[in-house]
């Protein structure tokens, strides 16, 4: 028995170069593809996309024709009425849909997380409207909003808050908000699950203690659930923002950005400029403060993820 | 008292919580096999001896879009969550366990492509691919997919295979196997709950895609959302056939959501904690 691993441990001393070499290899060799790939698809187009926002770019026969136009195009975004249009939808949307959608997903998840709400069922509810297509869960919302069939207007109707029903998409700024519900709805089980997640790593005797020190059920939550939720609640927020900011397939399907462009978020417009009204310089430059915006959420979100890592140290 | 009056209030809670996850869902399914008539009577007609599946025949005539369009899908997802394993796995692998020099840059990168819009790719994606005419071809939308499945698979892995213990692949490498062999033979068969997980996800994500979808494919390779997108145009008023795309083309991930359940919820909190 102690002939053997004295062996083995002889062998290991002999073949840790070799092994330590070979384990970079490997790791080379295994990372390398996905290396690629990323590389292609995002980093090159990233690059490219900055610098198209500083070219006039056209389709003319035969090809794209690109010209120097320098800041010409950032110089419009600061003139242009649609931009300032889409910009402030974009930031009410992102500002309301992230409350809306933290709060009730706290909610749920401490609703879950009672002892009454454990059956797995309804973490299996959850997936379903999670796994729905963004585009199906639109047409669900068109159906339901529908000005004339609409079971919205039933309801309405049938309490007696209206006499002939509502038109929902039909004017800017209710359409917006009948936008953002239906993305509410399509966004809190994701969140309702990372916060169920963070409510699990809770230590369980922090509660104990706070029982034995006579703290109330708001006292616990406050002092116990919500500080041991930070990071999770800081990775949903910033999550949240970002896939807020990208909306785009509601959108498309129940308003075009309709009526009177009172429904245009930045990534509507900046797909609207390029693949309509074919202005793809101007549509990049779009894009790129859309990416700016995007990019200090991403910074804020790895920031939330450090002290944890360096606890975990 | 107190304490019944908050279990029955708990129970309204959930009762209300069930019915607003899946009330608009349902309310979709039911009205998606009655014919136009029904739907558009006032009051809404839904009397159970006039359900038909009228619409579902109809959106699944081959003129229609929609049956290409979940063979598209089904082709498209299906490769890219295998490809996003294979390379995901071998890379989430390399980075938690063969100390790879600039590991922690290549991670901070890949979590940093979740925080890209996709226009920003998306206009030079299309121009680059107008030039190779890779427009309208299932390669193409596999490679813009694996852009963004790519990195979710490798976090989610890299967190489970940290937390295998070190001492099973130190044991595999005194008996003399080869890191390759470690990670085919100890660590792959051990790791299937999350290998199922990001794999389910991954095929979620790409079959539900809609924003490339519409920007880099024409005719040959609509894909199911696009389908759907078309019966709900915005002058459409066929609601029956616009619904019964909509269900047919959920039902596929609906039905891997709920059958890998476990694997994704565990996932989930396994990603969580890890992350």
Redesign the interface.
Known sequence: MSRTSFF?SI??IRNAGQ?QR???K???L??L???I??L???A???I??FI?SFQDVRLAAGG?VTEFVGLDNYMRIFQDAAFRNAFNNSIYFTFVEVIAVTILSLG?AL?LN?P??RP?I???????????????N???????Y?A??G?LN?IVVGLGLSETGVVWLGSPFLALNMILIADV?KAI?FIT??LL??L??IPRHLYKAALMDGATTWQQFVHVTLPGLRT?LI?SIV?QS?WA??V??LV??LT?GGPADGTVLL?FL??RV??NYLN?GY??A???V??VL??L??LA??RA?RPRTSARK | MNKNLS?VI??I??IS??F???G??L??VV?SFLPLSS??A???DLDPTKFTLTNYVEVLDTSRGLMSGLINSMIIATFTSAVALT??S??A???AR????GSNA?L?????????????????????M?RLGMIDTHLGLM??Y??FV??IV?WILKGFFESIPIQLEKAA??DGA???QTFRYIILPISLPPLFATGVFAF?ES??E??FA??LTRINVKT??IA??E??G?YRTL?GQ??A???L??LP??I???IF?RF??EG??E???K?
């Open positions: 083995s062998n290991e092994y070979s384990r970079l490997m790791g080379i295994f990372t593809p996905a290396v790939i990323l292609a698809v995002l090159y187009p990233i490219s996309s198209l794209i749920l609703l009672h009454i709400g797995a309804y973490r299996v509810i959850l997936l379903i409207p999670w796994a729905l297509a963004p585009v199906a639109a047409v669900l919302w068109k159906w339901i529908n004339n069939y079971v039933a709805w089980p699950l990372l997640a963070g699990q790593n999770t990775i999550l970002i900011l990208k785009f397939d498309f399907v075009k990534n900046s797909w390029t693949f793809i549509g990049a779009i894009a790129d859309l990416f995007m990019l959420l991403a979100y790895i993820l | 279990k708990i129970q809670f959930l919580f069930v607003l996850a899946l608009p869902i309310w979709a009205t739907l558009t006032k009051p809404i390379v995901g071998a890379a692998y390399a980075l063969l100390s790879l020099p290549i901070l990168s890949i979590l940093a492509t979740q925080m890209f819009p996709g226009i920003v790719i998306a206009i030079p994606l299309f121009i680059v107008s490679f813009v694996l852009s790519l990195p490798i490498a005194i080869t890191n390759t979620i079959w539900n809609f924003f519409i920007i199911a959302p759907i997108s019966f709900a915005q609601y616009m619904l795309s909509a269900v083309a959920s991930v609906v891997l959501a709920i359940r994704i919820l989930f909190v990603g969580a904690v992350s």
